[in-house]
């Protein structure tokens, strides 16, 4: 057991990723003193964490002076509310909406990759989490760009419903039961189709979300790539999938990837054509903590060095949100930034 006295504020902990999180503190065996449960909407519900019950209480009377340590899964306008109270009363928040990832003083971390960034906080302060898809994304090329130095990068995702949220997941069931029901959620209807936008358009013509992979990649990993994506909604359930395409300036080869990512923490390997073994969301994408890599292939074009590969990750509990975000609060013990 991590032994630590962490008291914690779960904002949002009735909602998709709040139950996720709760469940994986439960299952790494982390030890919290005291636990509240806060929301809005939800004030009064039930929540169960290590077979003890807790009331939700209300986000706008509660003292942050009972904690050390608060986790936003409650989207933008709630954290842009809350999240700097906590802070300025010296709490540490992990903060899951995208409201603050592009500041430049909030750091925005994927432990594995520049986890060293929370051991440089002076004081407590806002730590961002990813977006889902660039998570994955980064977990399996992060450890290619150390090695093999990538400079173009496309992207096309295959998001999941999950993604949206709780109403996004019925509106799918339903359409799916039933082919007159209308869409609520989404633009256009998701069961039986493919939706080519996973947020809003811009003036630059992508949606938020392709910015969101070109901004965070650039943050986190390295600014000089450059990145274009296309994101899709998919009618799947849980789970979103990524079909990348990089140059590298070093000369590799597939073989070597899979040699790589075998070696990098974090990443499973599904990589067998002859016996159609590859990730796919069902399959490999509920509840399951890896990023799984497969179809990796590797080819010359015009004397440059291009990888092809296929990312699947659970964007719920998984790298995209949940798990991330519990691996941010025990990089945050390992630095004593709690005590």
């Known amino acids: ?76 306008k709630v954290a842009e509310e809350h999240a700097k109270d906590f802070v300025n009363a010296g709490v540490y928040v992990i903060d899951l ?25 002076d004081a407590p302060s806002i730590i961002s989490n990813p977006n889902c898809s660039t998570s994955q994304l980064l977990m399996a090329i992060a450890p290619i760009h150390k090695e093999y130095e990538i400079d173009i990068l496309n992207i096309a995702t295959y998001q999941a419903v999950s993604g949206t949220g709780k109403q996004a997941v019925q509106e799918l069931k339903n359409q799916i039961k039933d082919e007159s029901v209308n869409q609520e959620v989404y633009p256009k209807k998701i069961a039986f189709n493919v939706i080519p936008q996973c947020d809003i358009f811009l003036e630059n013509d992508f949606t938020k979300e392709e910015m969101k992979l070109v901004w965070e990649t650039k943050k986190i990993l390295d600014n000089n790539i450059e990145v274009q994506a296309t994101c899709a909604r998919v009618p799947v359930i849980n789970g979103h999938s990524e ?44 509840d399951t903590e890896e990023v799984f890599v497969g179809r990796i292939r590797s080819q010359t074009i015009n004397n440059e060095n291009w990888i092809s590969m296929w990312i699947v990750a659970d964007n719920v509990y998984g790298k995209g949100a949940a798990l991330n975000t519990v691996q941010i609060l025990e990089t945050l013990l390992e630095n004593n930034k709690l005590c």
């Not at 003193?33 to 939700?56: A, R």
């Not at 070597?256 to 990512?261: F, V």
């Open 243 to 286: 079909a990348v395409f990089f140059r590298t300036k070093k000369e590799t080869s597939r073989e070597e990837i899979i040699e790589l990512l075998n070696n990098s923490s974090g990443i499973k390997v599904i990589d067998n054509p002859e016996s159609q073994e590859y990730p796919t969301p069902l399959e490999n994408a509920n």
């Open 1 to 76: 057991k991590m032994n630590s006295l962490i008291n914690l504020a779960l904002i949002g902990a009735s909602g998709v990723v709040g139950k996720k999180i709760i469940s994986l503190l439960e299952n790494k065996d982390i030890e919290i003193n005291n636990f509240y449960p806060l929301g809005s909407s939800s004030v009064g519900d039930e929540i169960v964490f290590n077979n003890n019950e807790y009331k939700i209480e209300d986000l706008t009377n509660f003292d942050y002076s009972k904690v050390n340590l608060a986790i936003f899964s409650a989207g933008s």
């Open 97 to 121: 909406s995208s409201k603050f990832r592009y500041e430049k003083d909030i750091p925005l971390i994927i432990p594995e990759i520049n986890g060293d960034e929370i051991n440089l906080l």
